[in-house]
């Protein structure tokens, strides 16, 4: 079994959020507030807050999530883009949650 870090776990709990919050319908930037409210790690709001501040300047969150170097891995940012190209967006923001919390993906 792998063992998980605490970005996986703080990503994981991050992108399973997001996905409760917007399957139940609330828009993306205002999901954004919600967890930007809701983090304890001041470091991981900043991230947030510039992933919300790329977006309400018009990338897609594929290309904000890029922009923040290592941040989010490689793996991360191409499962994102995928979702926005294909339009699976439910499953492939679940499959990074899972990736996370498993230990799938960095």
Do not use: N
Not at 38 to 52: S, W
């Amino acid at each position: 079994m792998m063992e998980i870090t605490p970005r996986q776990q703080q990503q994981g709990r991050f992108w399973r959020k997001y996905l409760r919050l917007t399957r139940a319908g609330v828009p993306t930037l205002r999901a954004f507030e919600i967890l930007y409210a809701e983090e304890q790690d001041e470091t991981f709001q900043r991230v947030i807050a510039r992933l919300q501040a790329a977006m309400e300047e018009g990338m897609m969150l594929s290309e904000a999530m890029a922009s923040l170097g290592d941040t989010f891995s490689l793996s991360c940012v191409e499962l994102i883009h995928t979702a926005e190209k294909g339009g699976q967006w439910d499953l492939a923001v679940e499959e990074l949650a899972d990736g996370l919390l498993e230990g799938t993906f960095d």
